[in-house]
């Protein structure tokens, strides 16, 4: 797809991306609400977060703001 092409062209270039990838699964995805599916899929907040920290994709300061982010985000979407 488009990030394959994006990837494959900043390689290339001599671009040395630091790269996660996220996405829909290759099967049906259950109904429900934008912030559930999104939970579900761990494509919300926190499920971002979480990848990346795992992966080791961020320094300490990006993992303090994406933390900071998940956490009013989630705050968000429960009080809706």
Avoid: T
């Avoid at 290339?12 to 829909?24: A, E, H």
């Avoid at 919300?44 to 080791?56: F, P, S, T």
Wanted: with cysteine; glycine share 8%.
């Amino acid at each position: 797809g488009v990030g394959s092409a994006v990837e494959e062209w900043m390689m290339d270039n001599g671009y040395q991306p630091k790269i996660v990838r996220l996405g829909l699964p290759d099967e049906f995805v259950e109904h429900g609400s934008q912030a559930e599916l999104f939970r579900m899929l761990e494509l919300d907040a926190e499920g971002i977060y979480n990848k990346l920290r795992i992966e080791n994709y961020c320094g300490k300061r990006e993992q303090k703001e994406l933390a900071h982010y998940a956490e009013h985000s989630n705050n968000h979407e429960r009080s809706e």
